[in-house]
């Protein structure tokens, strides 16, 4: 026979603390870090676009001159 397990009892288990200010200093940070990341990535995707938009504008014509 097996013992039964009680929920109640591994709760106490995990329990947090609050996070500290300094815990929450990293967040913004990191928060922040991400942030400047999506902005880089969204700089180059549409430089990316602009480029392709580009060569495409050249390839029509060059096919047109043909």
Do not use: C, F, W
Not at 5 to 29: N, Y
Not at 48 to 56: F, I, V
Request: without cysteine.
């Amino acid at each position: 026979m097996q013992p039964q397990h009680d929920p109640q009892h591994s709760v106490g288990a995990h329990v947090r603390t609050a996070p500290t200010a300094a815990d929450v200093q990293k967040l913004r940070v990191e928060i922040a870090h991400l942030d400047l990341l999506v902005k880089k990535l969204q700089t180059e995707l549409q430089i990316e676009r602009q480029y392709n938009q580009a060569l495409e504008t050249q390839i029509r014509t060059l096919t047109e001159v043909s």
